[in-house]
């Protein structure tokens, strides 16, 4: 079945950008009606949604964090990508990667998430 | 954006207990709406999605209901590997909105 995996630096320094990358496997990235998302979750604290792809590279982002974000997918390799510049200590969470389904747009799949940590 | 309020933001509940969690939408999402289920350091599971219909692999003790603004996820009978947080989340807008999570702990 399809799995998620994400990846990149644990530490960015202030200012800088936050880079990670989720990889799909058991399945192809392009097959099916499916948004790939990012949302994060700041320790001790809930869940927030940064934004989501198309296949055909079509995006949404949260408003809150749009100025920020980029989100891109490489089918190639089935992977999508997400971008977050000017990092703040804010922006220290576990990042997960979901898989968005036509099914009432419930995030069906998840990876497990990575910490970033925002620190100089 | 959509604001989703969930209540209680705590529940302290034994096995075997049904134990029951609101959500309200600051406005109508028909039946868009999600419950997940979080454990200590794991990514959140999807239990529900369309407010009644059971994710496959979860266990039917796991229920939703509700339409509009209001919605309620039941557990009929509570089990030790339920203890968790649980989340609702809104898939009817953008941006996408997840309540702020119910711990049920045990009593």
């Known amino acids: 079945q399809v799995q998620l995996q994400e990846s990149g630096p644990g530490l960015v320094k202030p200012s800088q950008t936050l880079s990670l990358t989720c990889t799909v496997s058991?399945?192809?990235?392009?097959?099916?009606?499916?948004?790939w998302s990012w949302i994060r979750q700041p320790a001790g604290k809930g869940l927030e949604w940064i934004g989501r792809?198309?296949?055909?590279?079509?995006?949404n982002y949260n408003p809150s964090l749009k100025s920020r974000v980029t989100i891109s997918v490489d089918t190639s390799r089935n992977q999508f990508s997400l971008k977050l510049t000017s990092v703040t200590a804010a922006d220290t969470a576990v990042y997960y990667c979901?898989?968005?389904?036509?099914?009432?747009?419930?995030?069906?799949?998840w990876g497990q998430g990575t910490m970033v940590t925002v620190s100089s | 954006d959509i604001q989703m309020t969930q209540s209680p933001s705590s529940v302290s509940a034994s096995v075997g207990d049904r134990v029951t969690i609101t959500c309200r939408a600051s406005?109508?999402?028909?039946?868009?709406l999600a419950w997940y289920q979080q454990k200590p350091g794991k990514a959140p599971k999807l239990l529900i999605y369309?407010?009644?219909s059971l994710q496959s692999g979860v266990p039917s003790r796991f229920s939703g209901t509700g339409s509009g603004t209001d919605f309620t996820l039941t557990i009929s009978s509570l089990q030790p590997e339920d203890f968790a947080t649980y989340y609702c989340?809104?898939?009817?807008?953008?941006?996408?909105?997840f309540g702020g999570g119910t711990k049920v702990e045990i009593k």
């Open positions: 792809i198309y296949t055909s590279g079509s995006t």
């Open positions: 406005h109508g999402i028909s039946s868009w």
């Open positions: 058991g399945g192809s990235i392009s097959s099916g009606s499916y948004y």
């Open positions: 989340q809104q898939g009817n807008s953008l941006p996408r909105t």
């Open positions: 369309a407010a009644s």
């Open positions: 979901s898989r968005e389904g036509g099914i009432a747009a419930a995030l069906d799949i």
